[in-house]
């Protein structure tokens, strides 16, 4: 059993920026990074491989930077040029199986009880 825990979430001004962490039990082969806004369905958001390869969602053009740290099991959601639409609950996930472009929330396991982000204009 993986066990995630979100933080760095916040309320920010748009323009802003976040950095959410995700601390992990261990390390899987994919971690990856969700969100839910309210009234509207989860979406996948980013993902990353123990190699480093990564892997985002189109609307992310470039705002957002997954990243982590093996050697303290932790990932990161570097956000910039937050805008009030990136509102949502972030949540950190983990997959026993190897990324391979899929941001589907099916694919992983393990998932944290999320960071509240919250951007106002």
């Known amino acids: 059993q993986v066990q995630l825990v979100e933080s760095g979430g916040g309320s920010v001004q748009a323009g802003g920026s976040l950095r959410l962490t995700c601390s992990a039990s261990?390390?899987?082969?994919?971690m990856g990074w969700f969100r839910q806004a309210p009234g509207k369905e989860r979406e996948g958001v980013a993902h990353i491989a123990r190699d480093g390869s990564t892997f985002y969602a189109d609307f992310v053009k470039g705002r957002f930077a997954i990243s982590k740290d093996l050697t303290k099991s932790t990932l990161y959601l570097q956000i910039n040029s937050l805008k009030p639409e990136d509102t949502a609950m972030y949540y950190c996930a983990a997959s026993p199986f190897v990324c391979a472009g899929r941001l589907s929330g099916g694919y992983f396991t393990y998932w944290g009880q999320g960071t509240q982000v919250s951007v106002s204009s």
């Open positions: 261990e390390y899987t082969k994919c």
